[in-house]
């Protein structure tokens, strides 16, 4: 069993997703909270598609950053600790839409993931104007700001939210990528300096 979850991690947190998206249709009246979630739901779905198998790629850039090569089975299983992260992301606010924190806490993913993945471009020093899951982090970014607009105009968001929001998402995520740059072999505190090495030699 746990030599399936670890090759099929993907298709695991694809088959989970779109579950809820399943539920999702079958509910009556849902809260717009819940069609953002519906929203942010199908484009993590595609997103982990682009960004890990279709074209995919992201995790062999941190490979190459690092010198070193990532075999299959660690590049599958790497997709256990993000799928984990994304179905929190995604349930959370869908079954507990009368509170705020869980969505924005979604939104700040999606922005963030945005602005990384046009980062990425320039950090990797990429051919194309292109990284492995932009144009779905991009819609993820693009969604995020609507739902921003949404709770701003109808004043369901306080400062204090936002913050939380922000300061949760952040916490989850590091302690996401903590997992996969320790199952590609890499320290995570060194995970700066390799950046900065990858920024000079772009520089140079």
Not at 106 to 116: C, N, S
Request: net charge neutral; with cysteine; proline share 4%.
């Amino acid at each position: 069993m746990k030599k399936f979850i670890k090759n099929y991690a993907l298709e695991i947190y694809t088959v989970i997703s779109l579950g809820l998206l399943l539920a999702g249709a079958l509910m009556d009246d849902l809260s717009v909270i819940q069609k953002f979630v519906m929203v942010f739901n199908l484009l993590f779905i595609l997103h982990e598609w682009e960004e890990g198998h279709y074209p995919g790629g992201f995790i062999d850039l941190i490979s190459g950053m690092i010198g070193k090569d990532v075999p299959v089975e660690t590049k599958r299983a790497s997709r256990i600790p993000t799928g984990i992260l994304l179905i929190a992301f995604t349930f959370v606010p869908f079954f507990w839409d009368d509170c705020v924190i869980p969505i924005l806490v979604t939104a700040t993913l999606g922005i963030f993931e945005g602005v990384v993945h046009m980062m990425a471009i320039r950090v990797f020093r990429l051919p194309k104007f292109y990284s492995p899951g932009m144009v779905t982090a991009e819609l993820e970014l693009l969604v995020s700001v609507a739902l921003i607009v949404w709770l701003e105009q109808n004043n369901l968001a306080s400062a204090t939210d936002y913050v939380l929001g922000v300061v949760i998402m952040i916490a989850c995520f590091v302690a996401m990528q903590r997992t996969l740059v320790w199952m590609v072999g890499m320290k995570y505190s060194d995970l700066p300096k390799y950046i900065r090495k990858q920024w000079q030699n772009r520089q140079n």
